[in-house]
């Protein structure tokens, strides 16, 4: 099969506010690959074998105290 005729697969671009480039998830059939993505060129760069991804976002109680 060539590449013109595969079917694409999903991707996801995600922006942290603490990375200056995304990470990107491929989502394969019967694979997941993470990747650090260039903006530009649209490609992958390297690949991340583990990211941990928060909210950022402070917790209830905390924006409660602010009120």
């Known amino acids: 099969m060539s590449l ?29 690959t993470l990747s650090v993505s260039n903006i530009e060129t649209q490609l992958s760069e390297q690949k991340a074998n583990e990211v941990s991804i928060t909210s950022g976002i402070a917790s209830e109680s905390s924006s409660a105290d602010r009120c």
């Open 4 to 32: 013109d005729s595969s079917p694409p697969t999903p991707i996801l671009d995600i922006f942290g506010y603490s990375n200056e480039l995304p990470l990107r998830i491929d989502f394969f059939v019967t694979k997941l």
